[in-house]
C-alpha cells in the first residue's frame, strides 16, 4: 500500500525568523558569505571549490550564457551555461568566460602588418577588443611589431585602405615586458609608464600575453571576484546523461570549473553512472553536483552511491515548472529542504564528510532566498530572478509600455530540453511540455539587483548573531505563521501609494 507522508508539503512564505542575540561583532560588514560547493571534511581541509556569495544561475538557454556567467563570477557567483545546445555552443560560450578577463591574456584579436585599417574596425566590431598587436603573422604568438588601439585611428576620417602599419604604434615605441615578470611586477610597470596594456613577449620576441589596466581595476573594484588557479572567472557547466562521455571531455578542457547533471528527477541510476564515470576519468579536479531530488533516501543514494560533490534540491517549484500539474510528482520547496538538509546532517555526523545542498527553483523573493539558507543550503540556484536582468541572453521587448524580457522552462516546447526529462538512452524527444514559455519584466544589471539582495542577508545574518552561513543555518530558529499573520507582515491601515492611489492624483 501507498505510503503516505504525514507532515504537510510546505513553502518558504510559510516561515518567519525568530531574531538570536546579537553581539557586537554581529556588522553586516564582518558577514562571510562564503558557500562550499564541493564536499569536504570541515575538521581536516577546506572545500575544493566554494563561491563568495551563494548564487548561481540556473543551467537554462533563458538564464545563463557567457555573459551571465562574467558578471555573476565578477561577483563571486557562478553560472551553469546551459547544456541544451550542441556540444561546441557550450564549449564557445565556457571559452568565452575563461578568456574574459586573466592576468596574462592570450590576445585572440591579432592582425598582420599588411592588414587594412577596414580589418582592424571589423575585427574590433566582432570581437569587441579595441587593442589589436600586430604580429608577423597575424597569430596570437606571432613576433610582435606593434600595437594598434582605437585612438590610432579615425574610424570615420582616415583612409580605411592603408595598412595598419601605418597608424600602430611599433615595437621600439611599446612598453614591453618578457615572460616571467609577476602580475604584481606588470601592473605596477602599467602603472609607472601611465599605459592600458602591457604586451608580454617570449626570449624570441613573440607575443605571449597581454596584462590590462582595466583588468587590475576590476579586480580591485569586486574583491568577491571567483577565480580559478589561472585568475581566469571561473564558470560551471549543465550537463545531461546522455551524451556526458563526449561533453564532459570538452568542457573540462575548455576550463568548466564544476559540472552539474541537469535533470528534472535526479534519484536514478543514469545519474550515478554518469558521476561515477566522470569521477573516474577527472578525480577531484572537477567538482561534479546532481540531482534534481526532494528527499533523505535520494540524497543518500547521490552522496553515497553516486559519490557527487553537491546535490540540488527541488522539483516543481520552478516559476515556470508545470511538473506537478503534468506528473504529479513534487514536493512543497521549503520540506524538500529540510528533509535532505536532516539527512546531510546524519550524513555527516556517521561520515565526517560535509556535502553541499543547493537550493533551486521556486524563490520569488529576497525573503524566500534568505529562509532557504536558514533551512540549510548552503547556496540557491534561481532562473526567473537572473532571467529579469540585462545579462540574460534573451533580447528586450516592449509590451504595453514596460521592457520585459522572454523567459522559458527547460521542458517547454521552445527549450526541447528532452534529456533534462527522459535521463535513460532509449527515451528520446519531449512527448509532452513540463515547462512554459513566459516573460519577466526587465529589473537592471545582475549586480543592482544582487547588491540588494546581498545586503538583506548581511543584515538578517547580524539579526541572527550569525556571521556565517553555515552558523546561520545551525542558528536559525524558525516559525510557521498562519495566514492571518502572513497578512499582519504587509502593510496595515494606510494606503499604499503604489497600490491604493491612483497615479494621475
Ligand atoms: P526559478 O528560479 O525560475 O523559480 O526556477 C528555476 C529552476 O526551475 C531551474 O534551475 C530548474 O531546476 C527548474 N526548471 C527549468 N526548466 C523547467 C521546466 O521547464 C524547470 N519545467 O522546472
Excluded at 551524451?243 to 543514469?270: H, M, N, Q, T
Excluded at 520585459?404 to 516546447?413: C, F
Excluded at 538578517?460 to 495566514?483: H, P, Q, Y
Aim: net charge neutral; with cysteine; aromatic share 8%.
Amino acid at each position: 500500500m501507498a505510503k503516505i507522508i504525514e507532515e504537510v508539503s510546505r513553502t518558504f512564505s510559510e516561515y518567519l525568523l525568530i531574531p538570536r542575540l546579537s553581539r557586537v561583532e554581529h556588522k553586516t560588514g564582518n558577514v562571510s558569505l562564503r558557500a562550499p560547493v564541493a564536499k569536504y571534511r570541515p575538521d581536516e581541509e577546506e572545500s575544493r571549490f566554494s563561491l563568495n556569495i551563494p548564487f548561481v544561475s540556473a543551467s537554462m538557454q533563458s538564464v545563463s550564457g557567457a555573459e551571465m556567467a562574467i558578471a555573476l563570477a565578477r561577483l563571486g557567483g557562478l553560472a551553469f551555461i546551459y547544456c541544451s545546445q550542441s556540444i561546441e555552443a557550450q564549449v564557445a560560450m565556457i571559452g568565452r568566460v575563461k578568456s574574459h578577463k586573466a592576468g596574462f591574456v592570450p590576445s585572440d584579436s591579432n592582425l598582420r602588418p599588411d592588414a587594412t585599417l577596414a580589418d582592424a574596425v571589423a575585427l574590433r566590431k566582432r570581437k569587441g577588443h579595441s587593442t589589436i598587436p600586430i604580429t608577423d603573422d597575424g597569430g596570437m604568438h606571432g613576433v610582435f611589431l606593434g600595437i594598434l588601439t582605437d585612438k590610432d585611428y579615425w574610424e570615420f576620417d582616415d583612409d580605411l585602405s592603408r595598412p595598419v602599419s601605418e597608424f600602430m604604434t611599433a615595437r621600439d615605441n611599446v612598453i614591453l615586458a618578457r615572460v616571467g615578470v609577476t602580475l604584481h611586477e606588470a601592473n605596477m610597470k602599467l602603472r609607472q609608464c601611465k599605459k592600458e596594456c602591457l604586451p608580454i613577449l617570449d626570449a624570441n620576441g613573440r607575443l605571449h600575453s597581454l596584462v590590462f589596466k582595466k583588468d587590475y581595476v576590476d579586480h580591485m573594484s569586486n574583491p568577491d571576484q571567483l577565480l580559478d588557479k589561472e585568475k581566469r572567472f571561473a564558470v560551471g557547466a549543465g550537463i545531461n546523461t546522455h551524451d556526458y562521455k563526449e561533453r564532459v571531455p570538452a568542457l573540462v578542457e575548455a576550463g568548466a570549473d564544476v559540472l552539474c547533471i541537469d535533470a528534472s528527477d535526479g534519484y536514478s541510476e543514469f545519474q550515478k553512472e554518469a558521476a561515477l564515470w566522470i569521477r573516474e576519468r577527472y578525480g577531484s579536479s572537477v567538482a561534479i553536483g546532481g540531482g534534481n531530488i526532494i528527499h533523505s533516501d535520494a540524497f543518500r543514494y547521490l552522496a553515497e552511491e553516486a559519490r557527487l560533490d553537491f546535490v540540488k534540491v527541488g522539483i516543481g517549484g520552478g516559476s515556470i515548472c508545470i511538473t506537478r500539474e503534468q506528473k504529479g510528482i513534487g514536493r512543497g520547496q521549503a520540506s524538500a529542504l529540510m528533509a535532505v538538509a536532516a539527512e546531510r546532517g546524519k550524513y555527516f555526523k556517521e561520515t565526517g564528510v560535509y556535502v553541499p545542498i543547493c537550493s533551486d527553483g521556486g524563490l520569488s523573493n529576497d525573503t524566500q532566498i534568505i529562509i532557504a539558507l536558514a533551512m540549510g543550503a548552503d547556496f540557491v540556484m534561481m532562473g526567473r530572478y537572473f532571467a529579469m536582468t540585462n545579462e540574460s541572453p534573451t533580447p528586450r521587448v516592449s509590451i504595453g509600455g514596460r521592457v520585459y524580457k522572454p523567459y522559458w522552462g527547460e521542458g517547454s516546447n521552445r527549450a526541447r530540453n528532452w534529456q533534462r526529462y527522459n535521463q535513460n538512452d532509449s527515451d528520446t524527444g519531449l512527448k509532452f511540455e513540463e515547462g512554459v514559455d513566459a516573460y519577466v519584466p526587465v529589473v537592471g544589471n545582475v549586480k543592482d539587483v544582487l547588491d540588494v539582495t546581498v545586503s538583506k542577508i548581511r543584515a538578517t545574518m547580524c539579526n541572527m548573531g550569525s556571521l556565517t552561513v553555515k552558523e546561520f543555518a545551525d542558528n536559525a530558529v524558525l516559525t510557521r505563521i498562519s495566514e492571518q499573520s502572513f497578512v499582519e507582515g504587509g502593510t496595515s491601515n494606510v494606503l499604499s501609494l503604489e497600490k491604493d492611489i491612483p497615479r494621475n492624483v
